[in-house]
């Protein structure tokens, strides 16, 4: 098993920056990739960023990509998503998850592609 715990939240004004963690324990080896979503009021969870664990290729969603980044502290086991230039619309719970089988990344996009998720953290950017 592996736990996903997400940290860093918070209300932000429009404009400012955060940046998310999701500290991994337990069978990290086991982790092929780790991806950020997110769920606003009343919306479906979407996709926003995913990584391998290996490190290196990422890949993002079309209305985060130039504004997030997604990367990850191998001796921590802690994956980040430094946000900048938030907007209104970026308001939503996150959510940190990870992935037990490697795939292209197209399959990384998807919900149902992962074995673990996190509790989820709040972000509310104020206009």
């Known amino acids: 098993q592996v736990q996903l715990v997400e940290s860093g939240g918070g209300l932000v004004q429009t404009g400012g920056s955060l940046r998310l963690s999701c500290a991994a324990s337990?069978?990290?080896?086991?982790?092929?990739?780790a991806g950020w979503f997110r769920q606003a009021p009343g919306k479906e969870r979407e996709f926003v960023a995913a990584m391998r664990w290996s490190g290196g290729s990422t890949y993002y969603a079309d209305s985060v990509k130039g504004r997030f980044t997604i990367s990850r502290d191998n001796a921590k086991n802690t994956v980040y998503l430094q946000m900048n230039s938030l907007k209104p619309e970026d308001t939503a719970v996150y959510y940190c998850a990870a992935v037990k089988s490697s795939s292209p990344f197209s399959y990384y996009t998807r919900i149902g592609a992962y074995d673990y998720w996190g509790q989820g953290t709040q972000v509310t950017v104020s206009s």
């Open positions: 337990g069978r990290t080896f086991s982790i092929a990739a």
